[in-house]
């Protein structure tokens, strides 16, 4: 391929926000205190210039290019503006919250970028090694936001647990890899899928190497039994971090899902053995799903609880991811869309709700919310039920398409088991709506949030309702970005 | 016939707006919530007269019809339309809800915009459940329902409304999930989520009993049907006035509706393998819960168990008619059980609105639901004594007033399907009479029963105009139901006709 700067077009998106990480980065460092808003502004401004590159530089026709290492298509286009609307929200939410911390710091928005840019090379991943070293970016951003708060024991402990169990994560993924490279001589998606299909490989090597891939995307995803990590992370990071590393990583995840399982390893599906990894992803789903709702029930602690229905509604995407192609990975996308902006407009009313020295982070905190502040509680509710999937919110489609994908894929029993954990599951969002609505507040402070925090939370709650009435908008995008595939 | 403009989005939506504006209005000036309110659900009810006026009884097709994409890549459209079964249940919703805005005007201190709000949204998002005519459009609506019922119990409701509204969400929330697995497999076997398609989908016995189970489980708990009635009285007891109203008066149609709509029509061959179940529950409802309604000592409760025994003499209509056309003795008389059902329904829907609406009169004025805290009420309230007196005789099912009506056409129907059940039926006649009755006497007559009842004033200019309103209603249906019978005629007709031919 001859080199030229037009053929680098494509990865526009990701030069205009590595650009910019730099230019903040070294503009950070002459800001005094005072003026670390502009940081905050160019932060913003960078991931919307982001969102505009994606959208200017995008084509009709999915395009590869770094030799077969990355690739740009419509899914990668959809899952990065999504990502980074997500990104644009979790960052809004944290501005007060660290300001009133005295954790204002440009670091906050580097690591996030950084973090972002991992995922969109993640997203963008046509192989082993760019999806790995998007990973990695990411991962050591995430190690270093789960700290930021370098006073907080919990927050550092709970950076040690995800570092560790990480690492051992990233080592099980590398050494999957390792045997599928092994076994096919491919690290590109395209020549493992082929090699696979050639049935000319070592079945035995492949399967090795697909059970540690598999642990190493449920761990990303958080999925039961390689969750252990996400309740006390969840817990033990400050809330804006939680918003962040609760909601965007997992449409990275997605992506890395079903690059490495529907795109490479496509041919180890259902008819080789048991069921292929589809069967894997049925049991870690089923898994999630109960364990997820269960436990959820009796957490008081809400970002525990919230860890504990991010699990389930893992378990809600890997239904959508093995009932495979046709309805089932498009479902997924929608639902893990919606769960990521669902789950940011959750952590970040919490953040909104907790003001110097007091952490909003129990169910009591909650308590007469709708007396203290009728609107918020109104889209802390939203969100709320979009969780538990009650229509007319938006969180009842994600679940009904992928009800719908299995149903069609002749699993109705999943669908059943998906429903029931679903009933168990809206009584712990009750359990909040009732705190804030049926309950006497405890403090009658006022919330303090910020102008740019109150629009957020807004058209984060807005959106629930939006979606939920006009699914079909970001349906058509999903299911046109699975059949470009 | 299709209407010039859509009536039924109209009627739909104009509730929602405009709880939504009274929400926004909020608590600052709650007199201009209050009346903004009343405009907005006397505004709809006028609307939704055209329905009547319009309404062509001469065919059972789907009128007043709205079509148009919604969800295009999953084939759900936004279809709306109703038939001589929904329309007067429509009109119903639009006429309650007034009436529940003006019982609801000085009780509801609280935050009343959002009070309002949620019984205006409500309003709104019942009328579409009676309208969809697309399975996933009606579903949207059905949980809907929830999320305002759930609050109206949690927010204004008694000191265990918490418990009460918890179970309320979860108890239909479970029933109705299988319902959405139900629709979802006949969405694939079917291609569209059309209601009327899956009418004529081929099933075989064994999906259709499964189906049937499915929708059971909503509509059973909706209705509800014993023994999946436990939620009814805790709601009721701890629900405000209004809610009450809205929850005995409305959405315990939605259930019988839903048999109507889907269990019959869709899967005909399992409902009439499975008749006898439900016709069983149907009579412990109204036998067996009819006793348990005797011996309550909380009058909400006591309506709320008279509720549930009502309605069990609607989903017996509903299935009796399995057993009338398997008779061969009788040759017609299948109609007669599911329009005495609908009868049963709509006069219900008058009756048990204003049972509670008089308990909430003495409730606001004594704060207690206790019947042993009254006694001789007629001294201090003469007016309103009358009222309940005609309310209560009403529900005891006397001729001349609505609740005879349904009653005697679904005992006539269970005559020509099998004594027994017509005799067991019928026992409603004397148990429903006796806790009634029984209620009322220890409640409104006698000598005066303490001091708090000898200081009660009488009901005000406000209440006389919703009790007033609800008499005529009840008088009307007692002594006229052929208008009422006429409209549903033809589709109730064709529905008998579609079941009566086997999908198998």
Redesign the interface.
């Given at each position: 391929m001859e080199y030229n700067a037009s053929t680098l077009l494509p990865l526009l998106p990701e030069i205009v926000l590595l650009s910019a990480i730099a230019v903040i980065l070294i503009v950070d460092l002459f800001l005094d205190q005072a003026k670390r808003f502009f940081t905050y502004g160019l932060s913003l401004a960078a991931l919307v210039a982001t969102i505009a590159a994606v959208m200017a530089s995008g084509s009709d026709h999915s395009q590869t290019l770094m030799y077969g290492a990355y690739v740009r298509d419509a899914m990668s286009d959809v899952l990065k503006i999504s990502l980074l609307s997500v990104g644009i929200f979790a960052f809004v939410y944290a501005r007060s919250y660290l300001l009133e911390r005295g954790l204002f710091k440009g670091e906050f928005y580097i690591l996030g970028m950084m973090a972002i840019l991992g995922m969109m090379i993640m997203v963008s991943a046509a192989g082993f090694l760019s999806l790995y070293l998007g990973l990695e970016l990411l991962a050591l951003s995430l190690y270093a936001l789960v700290a930021f708060d370098n006073k907080s024991k919990s927050g550092s402990e709970a950076a040690m647990k995800y570092f560790v169990l990480g690492a051992l994560a990233s080592g099980m993924l590398l050494y999957g890899i390792s045997m599928i490279y092994g076994g096919t001589g491919m690290l590109d998606f395209a020549g493992v899928a082929k090699a696979v299909a050639s049935g000319e490989t070592d079945k035995t090597v492949l399967t090795f190497g697909l059970v540690f891939v598999l642990i190493g995307i449920a761990f990303k995803f958080g999925a039961v039994p390689f969750h252990m990590w996400a309740p006390d992370v969840y817990q033990g990071a400050p809330v804006v971090v939680t918003a962040f590393l609760g909601s965007v990583p997992k449409i990275a995840a997605f992506a890395m899902a079903m690059r490495i399982l529907a795109q490479g390893l496509g041919g180890l599906g259902p008819d080789m053995g048991w069921e292929g990894w589809q069967g894997m992803l049925m049991i870690l789903a089923v898994l999630s799903l109960a364990l997820g709702n269960i436990v959820a029930l009796v957490q008081d602690n809400i970002k525990r609880m919230l860890a504990y229905s991010t699990i389930s509604h893992v378990g809600f995407i890997f239904l959508g991811l093995l009932a495979g192609a046709g309805k089932g990975y498009s479902s997924a996308m929608f639902y893990t869309i919606i769960y990521a902006l669902t789950a940011v407009g959750g952590f970040g009313l919490l953040a909104i709700l907790s003001r110097k020295g007091v952490e909003a982070e129990y169910i009591h905190d909650l308590k007469g919310l709708?007396q203290r502040s009728?609107w918020l509680a109104l889209m802390m509710?939203l969100i709320l039920?979009s969780m538990a999937g009650?229509?007319?919110t938006v969180g009842?489609?994600a679940k009904?398409?992928v009800?719908?994908a299995l149903?069609?894929a002749g699993m109705?029993w999943l669908?059943?088991v998906a429903?029931?954990f679903?009933?168990i599951g809206?009584?712990y969002y009750?359990r909040v709506?009732?705190a804030m609505?049926?309950d006497k507040p405890i403090s009658q402070a006022a919330i303090t949030a910020g102008t740019d925090a109150r629009i957020a939370i807004s058209l984060n709650g807005l959106a629930m309702l939006y979606y939920g009435i006009f699914?079909?908008s970001l349906?058509?995008l999903c299911?046109a970005a699975i059949q470009s595939l | 016939m299709s209407a010039d403009w859509p009536i039924l989005s109209a009627i739909i939506w104009l509730p929602v707006l405009g709880g939504l504006l009274v929400l926004f209005s909020g608590d600052k000036a709650p007199n201009v919530s209050r009346w903004l309110a009343l405009a907005v659900a006397v505004l709809t009810f006028l609307i939704s007269i055209p329905l009547w006026t319009g309404f062509d009884a001469s065919t059972a097709a789907m009128q007043f019809e709205e079509n148009i994409p919604?969800?295009?890549?999953?084939k759900v459209n936004y279809h709306l339309g109703v038939d001589g079964i929904s329309m007067p249940l429509i009109l119903l919703t639009t006429f309650i809800t007034i009436l529940v805005v003006i019982a609801g005007w000085q009780v509801i201190q609280y935050?009343p915009s959002?009070y309002m709000a949620a019984f205006l949204i409500m309003e709104g998002v019942m009328v579409g459940v009676f309208a969809a005519l697309d399975a996933?459009l009606f579903?949207?609506?059905w949980?809907?329902m929830?999320?305002p019922m759930?609050?109206i119990i949690?927010?204004w409701g008694g000191p265990n409304?918490?418990y009460a509204?918890?179970k309320f969400?979860?108890y239909t929330?479970?029933g109705s999930?299988?319902m959405?697995?139900a629709l979802?497999?006949m969405?694939?076997q079917s291609g569209s989520m059309e209601i009327l398609g899956f009418h004529t989908l081929k099933l075989g016995l064994t999906e259709q009993i499964l189906i049937f189970l499915a929708f059971l489980a909503a509509f059973a708990v909706k209705v509800p049907m014993w023994p999946v009635h436990t939620w009814l009285p805790d709601a009721h007891v701890e629900a405000p006035t209004g809610g009450s109203v809205i929850l005995a008066a409305i959405m315990l149609k939605i259930g019988g509706y839903g048999f109507l709509r889907f269990s019959l029509p869709i899967t005909p061959d399992a409902s009439s393998h499975l008749d006898w179940l439900i016709i069983a529950m149907s009579l412990i409802a109204v036998v067996y819960i009819g006793f348990v309604a005797l011996v309550q000592k909380d009058m909400k409760k006591l309506i709320a168990y008279s509720s549930i025994a009502h309605m069990g003499f609607v989903t017996l209509g509903f299935f009796i008619v399995f057993m009338i056309a398997a008779n061969p003795e009788v040759q017609t008389g299948a109609i007669l059980g599911v329009q005495g059902g609908m009868v049963q329904m709509v006069s219900h829907g008058f009756i048990s609105a204003a049972m509670f609406l008089c308990v909430g009169v003495l409730y606001d004025r004594m704060h207690s639901r206790e019947i042993a805290d009254y006694g001789g009420v007629v001294n201090t309230m003469p007016w309103f004594a009358a009222f309940m007196v005609f309310f209560a005789m009403a529900n005891a099912g006397l001729p001349g007033t609505s609740g005879f009506v349904g009653e005697f056409m679904v005992i006539l129907a269970s005559f020509r399907a099998d004594f027994w059940f017509a005799f067991l039926a019928a026992t409603t006649l004397i148990i429903g009479a006796a806790y009634t009755l029984w209620m009322v006497k220890r409640v409104v007559f006698g000598d005066v029963g303490n001091d708090r009842v000898a200081a009660l004033q009488d009901v005000n200019k406000r209440e006389v105009l919703v009790l007033g309103s609800l008499t005529l209603a009840v008088l009307a249906l007692g002594l006229w139901p052929e208008p009422l019978v006429k409209v549903m005629d033809a589709s109730i007709t064709n529905l008998v006709n579609h079941i009566a031919v086997s999908k198998l």
């Open positions: 709708n009728p509710m039920f009650v229509p007319p009842f489609f009904l398409f009800l719908d149903v069609n109705l669908a059943l429903v029931f679903s009933v809206a009584y009750l709506v009732k609505y049926f699914p079909a349906l058509t299911q | 919604w969800i295009e890549s999953f935050k959002q996933m579903y949207v609506f949980e809907a929830l999320i759930f609050l949690g927010i409304r918490v509204t918890i969400f979860l929330f479970l999930v299988f959405l697995v979802v497999y969405y694939f």
